[in-house]
């Protein structure tokens, strides 16, 4: 058998409020149980990037679903279907409660596989880094979560095309798990400060979490089809992520 072998198919699990969501779910073919990985998209949607990053996880041994949290404005192609959820506001499109119920959702789906060694994680990019932030905190079904330079944690005022926003930094008392944050120093969302000021608060609560912190990278530096794909920041943050989860969901040293 291939090492890489693995078996990728779009899927439906019940999500908030037994609501049927759609999914991209991709595992290794594996005699052995393997943990799973809940990918929350970017606010472009579950675009090429996202699914070959589903894909990257099953060929490192995880099996990883990314629920499709625009699902609800559909049905249609992912880029229509993103467009109206972001004319809508992400607010709208994809309130905080919708979310942990959709991310909870898809954690019972993976435990619920044959595969499974009972390990559940999360990962999220962008507008899902900030989710991934919130499920530490709201979903304690989860054992792990990474947060990739996720905006708006922390209270923000009103700019250019994006509403204020009260942050979810209110919720970290209730943090349940390790958290793993990978930031870029040129990023604006959050800049170097605010990533000084949510690592203090998880300090000060005691909070297991390690941030790494990229020179020479903005934004989604991780995204290999935009302009500010970094490829050395990218490489050693995946070298980062999957150390990080084969200690919190394989139990590796």
């Not at 899927?11 to 393997?34: K, Q, T």
């Not at 400060?193 to 990229?214: N, S």
Request: hydrophobic share 40%; with cysteine; aromatic share 8%.
């Amino acid at each position: 058998m291939l090492k890489d072998a693995l078996l990728a198919e779009f899927v439906g699990f019940p999500g908030h409020r037994s609501d049927v969501i759609e999914g991209y779910l991709a595992r290794p073919v594996s005699e052995s149980s393997v943990p799973g990985m809940v990918l929350l998209h970017h606010a472009p949607g579950l675009d090429p990037w996202s699914r070959e990053v589903v894909r990257r996880f099953a060929t490192e041994g995880y099996a990883c679903v990314a629920p499709h949290l625009y699902h609800r404005r559909g049905p249609g192609h992912w880029a229509d279907v993103a467009a109206a959820g972001r004319a809508a506001g992400l607010a709208a499109s994809m309130p905080n409660e919708q979310v942990m119920g959709d991310i909870a959702g898809a954690a019972a789906y993976l435990r619920a596989q044959p595969s499974s060694n009972g390990k559940v994680g999360v990962i999220g990019f962008c507008s899902g880094g900030r989710q991934a932030f919130l499920a530490a905190c709201d979903v304690p079904t989860l054992d792990a979560a990474v947060d990739c330079w996720g905006g708006s944690v922390l209270p923000q005022p009103a700019a250019e095309g994006r509403p204020a926003s009260v942050g979810v930094i209110g919720r970290a008392p209730d943090m349940s798990m390790p958290l793993l944050g990978l930031f870029g120093n040129d990023d604006s969302n959050p800049d170097r400060a605010q990533v000084d000021e949510i690592g203090r608060v998880l300090t000060e609560l005691g909070k297991e979490h390690e941030f790494v912190r990229y020179d020479g990278a903005g934004h989604a530096f991780f995204v290999t089809d935009k302009p500010v794909y970094r490829l050395e920041q990218a490489l050693d943050g995946w070298q980062q992520v999957f150390r990080f989860l084969d200690r919190t969901l394989k139990g590796a040293e």
